[in-house]
């Protein structure tokens, strides 16, 4: 076994990452990719099937790679500067989560990893493999495994520094590295995240039912959301974060230092009526380098119009009339159901 060499741990603090925590592949054993198979056999992953089409190669790293021996793993901190909750009472306004107040942050991550990715293959003259999220791999039990935090009973990994704004990345390398060693659970008896959960998603503590979510429903779901659902959707229009908020390990947490993480004011809590009158071009423009970006305005409308039509603001009416005539039939119905709950 071999340790990083101490440019690599100078490195990955000057890029802003916590120092690097490592797992040793060849001991990742069977338990997660259990919890995974689990998951998919509930049905709890809904409509991602990417997540079943991958399952084998996801369920283990070295499915993905035969050659890694180690796993390491950074996080990037994005603590947010303001209480994440304070615009969920304001009606008119709308919630965006917090990581996606600002930049993407695969764009972000995905650069720094490769920059240090390199100076560990030339290191140790072993191949690496960079991964930010989009890869089969589980990034939260090897995030667990490598100590850099546990997974918390919202599923999201919980640092003792960081508290629950931690976005992860993981490089995989062919050499055998000195592993670190793993965290222990540090959620007693709280249940913060699990009774604040507007949608009742944890069908039990450590699980997570993706179908309920507010950020599968707003981000990963398309076609129209179940009405008992988005009711409970409030004024989130894209993620959620009140399960990552409430969690007392935040007491802890630090705001972000990387400026392309911080809120940009005007996505604070910008007015649903503005949002619902965004052109296709202005919003492209406006969420350029945006994760919302992706997700496309028709679905962005979508979100907008549950929001108004769960605003109790009879003076946003007039924001969802102009998509009654919507060429999508969803962003149609949606408008539809706005009106009709705040005209009651
Ligand atoms: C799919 C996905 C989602 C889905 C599903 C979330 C989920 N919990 O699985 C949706 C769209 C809902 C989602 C939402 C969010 N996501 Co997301 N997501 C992912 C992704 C791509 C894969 C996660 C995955 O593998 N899920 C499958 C399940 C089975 O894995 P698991 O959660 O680890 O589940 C474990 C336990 O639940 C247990 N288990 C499951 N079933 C059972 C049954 C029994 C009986 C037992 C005992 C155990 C058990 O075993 C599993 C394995 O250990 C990862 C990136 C990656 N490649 O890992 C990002 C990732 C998890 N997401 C992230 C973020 C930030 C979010 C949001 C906070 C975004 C937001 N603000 O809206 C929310 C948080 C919602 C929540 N409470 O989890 C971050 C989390 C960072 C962190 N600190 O943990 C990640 C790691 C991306 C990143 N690179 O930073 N996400
Ligand atoms: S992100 Fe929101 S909806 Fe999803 S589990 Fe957490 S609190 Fe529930
Ligand atoms: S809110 Fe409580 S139960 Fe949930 S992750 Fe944080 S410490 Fe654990």
């Known amino acids: ?16 990452f916590t120092p690097p925590h ?30 079943a089409e991958t399952e084998t190669r996801r369920n283990h790293p070295q499915n993905l790679w035969a050659e890694a021996r180690s796993a390491i793993v950074l996080g990037l901190n994005y ?9 969920l009472t ?6 965006i989560s917090v990581y996606a107040r600002n930049r993407d942050y695969h764009d972000i991550i995905k650069g720094r990893l490769k920059e240090l990715g390199g100076l560990i293959a030339q290191d140790t003259h072993e191949d690496i493999k960079v991964f930010v999220d989009t890869a089969p791999l589980m990034e939260k039990p090897l995030a667990a495994m490598s100590g850099l935090g546990w997974q918390g009973k919202h599923t999201n990994l919980v640092n003792r520094d960081y508290g629950s704004w931690l976005f992860l990345g993981v490089i995989l390398s062919a050499a055998p590295l000195t592993p670190t060693p793993p965290e222990i659970d540090h959620c007693g008896t709280c249940r913060g995240c699990l009774d604040i959960c507007p949608t009742d998603a944890f069908p039990a503590p450590y699980q997570l039912d993706a179908r309920k979510c507010i950020s599968y429903l707003t981000i990963e779901h398309k076609g129209a959301v ?4 988005r009711v409970k959707m409030g004024n989130r229009i894209y993620g959620c ?12 947490a630090q705001e972000a230092s990387e400026i392309k993480l911080k809120a940009r004011p005007d996505l604070e809590a910008p007015d649903l009526a503005a949002l619902a ?31 108004i039509g769960n605003s109790a603001r009879p003076d946003l009416i007039n924001a969802a009339v102009q998509h009654s005539d919507a060429a999508d039939a969803v962003v149609r119905e949606a408008a539809k159901w706005a009106i009709e709950r705040l005209k009651s």
């Not at 603590?79 to 615009?87: F, I």
């Open 277 to 307: 009158s965004l052109s296709d071009a202005e919003f492209r423009t406006h969420f350029s380098g945006s994760p919302i970006k992706r997700i496309g305005r028709t679905q962005f409308i979508r979100n907008v119009l549950y929001a």
């Open 90 to 95: 304001q009606k008119e306004k709308a919630t």
């Open 226 to 229: 179940d009405e008992d659902l």
């Open 79 to 87: 603590g947010p500067e303001t209480d994440p909750l304070v615009t």
């Open 1 to 16: 076994m071999t340790a990083l060499s101490k440019r690599v741990l100078k490195r990955c603090q000057a890029l802003g």
């Open 241 to 252: 974060d009140d399960c990552l908020a409430v969690c007392p390990w935040n007491k802890f």
């Open 22 to 51: 490592i797992v040793d592949l060849n001991q990742f054993g069977t338990v997660a990719g259990q919890g995974l198979r689990d998951f998919i056999a509930k049905h709890h992953h809904g409509t991602m099937a990417w997540l």
